[in-house]
């Protein structure tokens, strides 16, 4: 089920979005940049970051109406799992690990969050084809 408000601008959606994981990248790069110590401290107020960006995109997705809500659901799910599941040993002082997961966090969330959405096909004239490499098809 897809709830459209007549009153959600698919372009300020976009934006919004956008600069959040902008946001998000620009603290991952931060978190890398600190010591070991300071890293594995800050590491689960990144996770908890992610957490509520996500719940964001969602709602605001589900106020756009936007057909790809579910799978991005899903993915955000496989992400979130994959975070809760190295917290401990993040927390605990792998370091190593930790930073492994912040580099491909920030791999996954620099990629276009609105490949192949609906709200992307309102927003400009490329196809999902032209936005998405053929890999993630």
């Known amino acids: 089920m897809h709830f459209h408000h007549p009153d959600a601008d698919p372009l300020a959606a976009c934006a919004a979005l956008r600069t959040s994981r902008a946001r998000l990248c620009a603290r991952i790069a931060a978190l890398q940049a600190q010591p070991d110590e300071v890293f594995v401290q800050d590491f689960p107020a990144v996770v908890a970051a992610v957490e509520a960006d996500f719940r964001r995109e969602e709602a605001l997705l589900e106020r756009l109406g936007d057909a790809a809500l579910h799978p991005r659901r899903a993915d955000y799910a496989v992400l979130l799992c994959a975070l809760h599941r ?13 930073r492994q997961v912040a580099d491909a966090l920030g791999a996954v969330l620099s990629l276009p969050w609105d490949a192949g959405t609906e709200v992307a096909a309102a927003t400009g004239p490329a196809t999902r084809a032209q936005r998405v490499p053929a890999h993630l098809h």
């Open 86 to 98: 190295t917290l401990p040993q993040i927390e605990g002082g792998d370091v190593g690990l930790g």
